[in-house]
C-alpha cells in the first residue's frame, strides 16, 4: 500500500445526504446560470477536496474516485509529495516563460524522461499545457519534418477539441457538429476493435487486426492518398473515449512496418494510457514497437496542467519560433510532474497497476457469461472497460443502459465514466488498493444487477 493511500484508506464510501445535497444543489444552479452548457456531466457531483482515491463533496459526501479526473491524477488526489513540490516552487517562482527564457526544471524534467521514453533516445521534448496541445504539436511537428501535408488516423479515435486535434479525433459527431470544416489532410480508417468488428466468421482476431493495418497499403495508398504525401500515422495504442479498445501488437507492429517503408512517422497517443496506467510507462511498450514522436499529458504531472510531445531528436528539427507555447513547461506544472515520477518510482505504482488490474480483470472476468448485458471486459492494468450491450450477437450498443449504471453507482459511492458508445471506464488512481477496487467492483455488479433486473 502506498503513503498516500495509507494516510486516506477509505474501504468503502460514505453517503450522508440525498445525492445532489442541499450545498451541491445551489451550486449546480449557479453553474446553470453562468458556466458553459458545453460541458459533458454524467451526475451531479461537487468536489470539495481529495486524497488519495477518495473525493469529498461540498455535503460532505465521500466517494471512491474511480475516474481520476478522467486518468489525471495518477498519483492519487494531493499526494503530499505532489502538494509539497507545488508549493515549493510558488514560493519560488510562478512565471518567466520558457517560450522566451529558460527553466532549469525543463531541463531536468526532459532528462528524466529520455530515460523512460518508448522509444530509443537521444530525444528532444516540447512542453505545451494539455493532452489536445501535445497533438497539435505533433501535427505541425510531422508536416514540417517530412514536409508532406497528409496524415492517418482512426475511426474510434479522440486526440482533443482544438482544431487540428479535433481534425484527428473521429469518436462522436457531436464533437465536430458545426465546428467545420476541419483542417484539411486527415484521412480515417478502421481501427481492430477486435470485439466489435468480429461477426462470427473464421477470421481470426489477428488476422482482423491485421487487415485494419494492411488496409492503409491495400486501399487508402492506391486509391486516395500517395505514401510519400502522408507525414504521419496517430494511433492510441488503447482507444480511450473510443471505449477502451486495446490495439492488437500485430496491428501497431504491422503500422511501424508501414510507417518504416514509407518514410511516415508513427505518433502515439499516450496522453490517457501513459505514466504507468497500464503497468508500464506507456501503453505501447506492451507491444514492443518503438514510435518516433508521444504524446503525454493527463497523469504526468497528477493533476496540474502539462502536455508534452517527445520525439526523437533527429525529427523536431524545426527553427525558433516554428512553434511555441506561453505557459507550456510552467515550473510548478513540472515541479508536479518531476514528484509525481518520484512517487511512482518511488511507491513502485506500476508494480501497483498491474496488480490491482489483474485483480479487477480476474474478478469481472465472469461478467460476460453471468450478465445478458455485459458483451465484454477488457483493459491493461488500471485502464479497463466494461461494455454493454443490448445483443451479445449483434453487439449493439446499449448507451442508455451505461449511462444508467453509472448513475447508480455514482448513487452508491462510486465515481465511474462512461467512454465510446456505451463502454463504463475503471481508471482509478495508481495508489489504488484491492480493498478499494473491491469496493468498487461490488457497487458496479449491484448497479449492473439493478439494470438486468428492470429489463
Known amino acids: 500500500m502506498s503513503t498516500a493511500t495509507a494516510t486516506a484508506t477509505l474501504i468503502g464510501p460514505r453517503i450522508k445526504t440525498a445525492l445532489p445535497g442541499p450545498n451541491a444543489k445551489r451550486i449546480l444552479d449557479g453553474d446553470k446560470q453562468y458556466i458553459s452548457p458545453s460541458y459533458t456531466r454524467s451526475y451531479p457531483l461537487v468536489a ?109 479515435a479522440f486526440h482533443g477539441r482544438t482544431m487540428g486535434a479535433l481534425s484527428l479525433t473521429a469518436s462522436k459527431p457531436q464533437q465536430k457538429r458545426r465546428f467545420g470544416p476541419m483542417v484539411p489532410g486527415v484521412t480515417h480508417v478502421r481501427y481492430p476493435d477486435v470485439y466489435r468488428g468480429m461477426d462470427g466468421s473464421t477470421q481470426s482476431a489477428e488476422a482482423f487486426a491485421l487487415s485494419c493495418a494492411r488496409f492503409i497499403e491495400d486501399k487508402v495508398f492506391k486509391t486516395t492518398l500517395a505514401p510519400e504525401e502522408v507525414a504521419a500515422i496517430f494511433v492510441e495504442p488503447i482507444q480511450g473515449e473510443g471505449g477502451y479498445v486495446i490495439a492488437p501488437t500485430i496491428f501497431m507492429q504491422e ?157 452508491r459511492g462510486i465515481l465511474f465514466l462512461g467512454a465510446g458508445p456505451s463502454t463504463i471506464r475503471i481508471v482509478p488512481p495508481l495508489v489504488v488498493t484491492k480493498e478499494e477496487a473491491d469496493a468498487a467492483i461490488e457497487a458496479l455488479e449491484e448497479s449492473i444487477s439493478i439494470v438486468v433486473r428492470a429489463q
Not at 50 to 70: C, H, K, M, P
Not at 116 to 131: D, E, F, L, R, T
Not at 312 to 320: G, H, L, S, T
Not at 399 to 411: G, N, S, T, Y
Request: glycine content about 10%.
Open 48 to 156: 470539495a477536496k481529495g486524497r488519495g482515491v477518495v473525493v469529498t463533496d461540498v455535503d460532505g459526501n465521500e466517494f471512491l474516485d474511480f475516474s481520476a479526473g478522467i486518468g489525471v491524477t495518477s498519483t492519487g488526489h494531493c499526494h503530499p509529495a505532489v502538494v509539497s513540490a507545488i508549493k515549493k516552487q510558488a514560493e519560488t517562482l510562478i512565471h518567466m516563460s520558457g517560450t522566451d527564457f529558460y527553466y532549469e526544471s525543463m531541463v531536468t524534467l526532459a532528462e528524466r524522461l529520455s530515460k523512460i521514453a518508448p522509444m530509443p533516445g537521444p530525444h528532444k521534448v516540447y512542453y505545451g499545457n494539455s493532452g489536445t496541445e501535445a497533438i497539435e504539436c505533433a501535427l505541425k511537428l510531422a508536416r514540417y519534418h517530412t514536409k508532406r501535408q497528409n496524415v492517418i488516423a482512426f475511426y474510434g
Open 255 to 411: 503500422l511501424r512496418r508501414i510507417c518504416d517503408r514509407h518514410g511516415i512517422l508513427l505518433v502515439v497517443d499516450e496522453i490517457q494510457s501513459g505514466v504507468g496506467r497500464t503497468g508500464k510507462w506507456w501503453a505501447v511498450e506492451h507491444t514492443g514497437v518503438h514510435p518516433d514522436i508521444v504524446c503525454l499529458a493527463k497523469g504526468i504531472a497528477s493533476g496540474m496542467p502539462l502536455g508534452i510531445t517527445m520525439s526523437k531528436a533527429e525529427i523536431m528539427d524545426w527553427v525558433p519560433g516554428s512553434h511555441a507555447s506561453t505557459f507550456g513547461g510552467n515550473p510548478v506544472c513540472i515541479a508536479a510532474a518531476l514528484a509525481t515520477l518520484d512517487v511512482i518510482e518511488r511507491e513502485k505504482l506500476l508494480e501497483n497497476s498491474t496488480e490491482v488490474g489483474n485483480h479487477m480483470l480476474k474478478r469481472m472476468a465472469i461478467w460476460p457469461n453471468k450478465y445478458p448485458i455485459v458483451g465484454d471486459v477488457r483493459g491493461r492494468g488500471l485502464m479497463i472497460g466494461v461494455e454493454i450491450v443490448k445483443d451479445k450477437k449483434t453487439k449493439e450498443h446499449a448507451a442508455a443502459e451505461r449511462d444508467r449504471i453509472v448513475q447508480l453507482a455514482f448513487e
